[in-house]
């Protein structure tokens, strides 16, 4: 009896003992997991900040000049970059590996991002190659989304289903959108007239109403309809007159029109438009199409203009 006493009560300390070590073991568990939400909360909070400098001066930039813009969209680029190191730098504990990996993602394509539009934020507040850096800073804000998008969907979701997995609800970590929410950034237009507003930028818009209209096409004197196929005989090289309105308050200089047919793309420039006038373009198509074919006329906006669905048209045109 003495002996099976003494069993037992050793059986009960064992049991003591690994429940003991188990609920430690739990408990450094939940502390990491804690900690790590934490990190995660003070990362993403901080990146917020950065969206929120970087947004408000493309709103307003007020008084910033070329040189002080750059240098303050280059800190923006710094600072997310140092965002990237640290979470890559982050230990995810127990369940949040896949957690952490799409998280790595989401400040990869953020700091990408970033790397790109300061790049080209000199040049899109210059003159030579302004019209293309603008265009690659508007592509970079897709890439803000995707990271957006994947953190809101994937990401998030998942850190906080680890932590609620582990008695941790309290500890969700918070949303964080780079782009602001219901985004005017994903359009050029929209680029293109917050860098023609910073003071000093070679294509900056003056006061006033900003816009450009494509008001007619034709081919060798042939008008074009956009409802309708085209038929137009051709000898020698078909040239396409490209008629461009200035519906703003202000002339317009360096107009650049562009055709394209079958992935050939060819360029037109008018010199000078004044305000409320027309004028025309005449762009040769080299090589010389034929048969049926898709044309593309696209007018290229202006610093300052906020509406371009009319800068552009498509049309069927048989060419005999």
């Given at each position: 009896m003495?002996?099976?006493?003494?069993?037992?009560?050793?059986?009960?300390?064992?049991?003591?003992?690994?429940?003991?070590?188990?609920?430690?073991?739990?408990?450094?568990?939940?502390?990491?997991?804690?900690?790590?939400?934490?990190?995660?909360?003070?990362?993403?909070?901080?990146?917020?900040?950065?969206?929120?400098?970087?947004?408000?001066?493309?709103?307003?930039?007020?008084?910033?000049?070329?040189?002080?813009?750059?240098?303050?969209?280059?800190?923006?680029?710094g600072a997310m970059d140092s965002y990237t190191s640290r979470v890559e730098a982050l230990s995810a504990p127990g369940d949040m590996k896949r957690a952490q990996d799409g998280l790595e993602l989401v400040y990869e394509l953020r700091s990408g991002a970033m790397d790109e539009i300061a790049g080209k934020m000199s040049t899109a507040l210059g003159d030579v190659g302004a019209k293309q850096a603008t265009e690659k800073i508007a592509a970079q804000m897709q890439k803000l989304l995707a990271g957006d998008v994947l953190y809101a969907q994937v990401v998030r979701p998942e850190i906080n289903g680890v932590l609620a997995d582990n008695g941790l609800e309290g500890d969700d970590v918070p949303k964080s959108a780079f782009l602001p929410e219901g985004t005017k950034w994903l359009e050029e237009s929209?680029?293109?007239?917050?860098?023609?507003?910073?003071?000093?930028?070679?294509?900056?818009?003056?006061?006033?109403?900003?816009?450009?209209?494509?008001?007619?096409?034709?081919?060798?004197?042939?008008?074009?309809?956009?409802?309708?196929?085209?038929?137009?005989?051709?000898?020698?090289?078909p040239e396409v007159e490209v008629q461009v309105q200035?519906?703003?308050?202000?002339?317009?200089?360096?107009?650049?029109?562009?055709?394209?047919?079958?992935?050939?793309?060819?360029?037109?420039?008018?010199?000078?438009?004044?305000?409320?006038?027309?004028?025309?373009?005449?762009?040769?198509?080299?090589?010389?199409?034929?048969?049926?074919?898709?044309l593309e006329v696209e007018v290229e906006t202006v610093p300052g203009e906020q509406v371009s669905e009319n800068n552009e048209a498509g049309y069927t045109v048989v060419f005999e």
């Open positions: 003495r002996r099976g006493l003494a069993l037992g009560g050793a059986l009960i300390l064992l049991i003591l003992i690994v429940l003991g070590v188990k609920g430690c073991l739990d408990a450094q568990a939940r502390s990491a997991l804690s900690s790590y939400a934490g990190d995660v909360t003070q990362i993403v909070d901080e990146t917020q900040q950065t969206s929120k400098r970087l947004f408000s001066k493309l709103n307003e930039p007020g008084e910033l000049s070329v040189t002080d813009f750059v240098a303050e969209v280059e800190a923006d680029r929209a680029v293109s007239a917050a860098l023609g507003s910073v003071s000093g930028a070679t294509g900056a818009a003056t006061p006033g109403i900003h816009g450009l209209g494509l008001v007619g096409t034709s081919v060798n004197g042939t008008e074009l309809s956009p409802e309708a196929p085209s038929g137009v005989v051709v000898e020698g090289t200035n519906q703003g308050e202000s002339t317009e200089n360096g107009i650049g029109v562009s055709v394209t047919v079958d992935g050939n793309t060819v360029k037109g420039s008018i010199d000078s438009i004044p305000a409320g006038e027309t004028e025309t373009v005449a762009i040769p198509l080299t090589p010389a199409p034929s048969g049926e074919v898709t």
